[in-house]
């Protein structure tokens, strides 16, 4: 069973740039969070998707956007980039919510460089 | 919303040793705390987790204890080994969010 899966690994963009980071989710899962998770920091949640709707989002610009598609994998979009978006972005998957949290489960993560 | 700290950011322990790291939360509404443990460049791996309707939780040798009255929660890891390495972070969920908001991290260092 694989676990969730984040691509590319890494990625360098320069300033005013766009980037789109791919998550697909553990197996079972249905609910994909995003985070962002900046050097020697813990990790800062940016939004939550479910039912291919954003649920929650966090203290982040509009610049951040994301979308989940039909089979729970979903993206992350940002735009305009700034030197201070390069960071770790984790994505987290969770089971069908049968309690009022569930146990989130991160990718490996996509390392953002802008220069 | 939900602000987490978490003391110490660095510890070193000796091999065999205990090690216990503390998070205080300020939204009375929080009611999951996991914690998870993260290698250098590797994903957060959940290692415990709890549920406000519970005090302590064990799991060999980590336990957690939650004083919701006092809004903290504490991770104890028992007879350190060299493997326990890495980074630790606490987190707190706010009822009905299920999202996660996390403490700034803990350097653990087990010296052999």
């Known amino acids: 069973d694989a676990g969730v899966t984040q691509s590319p690994t890494h990625l360098i963009k320069t300033r005013g740039q766009q980037v789109t980071l791919r998550c697909s989710p553990k197996s079972g899962h249905d609910t994909v969070s995003w985070y962002q998770q900046a050097l020697g920091q813990g990790p800062q949640f940016i939004f939550q998707?479910?039912?291919?709707?954003?649920?929650q989002r966090g203290n982040f610009p509009d610049r951040f956007s994301g979308h989940q598609f039909p089979n729970y994998s979903s993206e992350l979009n940002v735009n305009a980039l700034l030197l201070g978006d390069s960071a770790l972005y984790l994505c987290?998957?969770?089971?069908?919510?049968?309690?009022?949290?569930?146990?989130?489960?991160f990718g490996p993560g996509t390392r953002l460089l802008v220069l | 919303g939900e602000n987490v700290e978490q003391h110490p950011s660095t510890l070193s322990v000796q091999e065999g040793d205990s090690a216990v790291i503390k998070c205080t939360y300020s939204d009375s509404a929080s009611n999951y705390f996991p914690w998870y443990k993260q290698e250098l460049g590797k994903r957060p791996q959940l290692i415990i987790d709890i549920r406000s309707n519970v005090g302590e939780k064990k799991d060999q040798r980590i336990a957690v204890t939650l004083n919701k009255t006092a809004k903290h929660f504490s991770l104890h890891i028992t007879e350190t080994q060299p493997e326990d390495s890495a980074v630790y972070f606490c987190?707190?969920?706010?009822?009905?969010?299920?999202?996660?908001?996390f403490g700034t991290g803990t350097r653990l260092t087990v010296i052999p």
């Open positions: 987190a707190a969920s706010p009822a009905g969010a299920n999202n996660l908001f």
């Open positions: 987290a998957s969770s089971p069908p919510l049968r309690r009022s949290q569930e146990t989130q489960y």
């Open positions: 998707y479910y039912e291919e709707e954003e649920r």
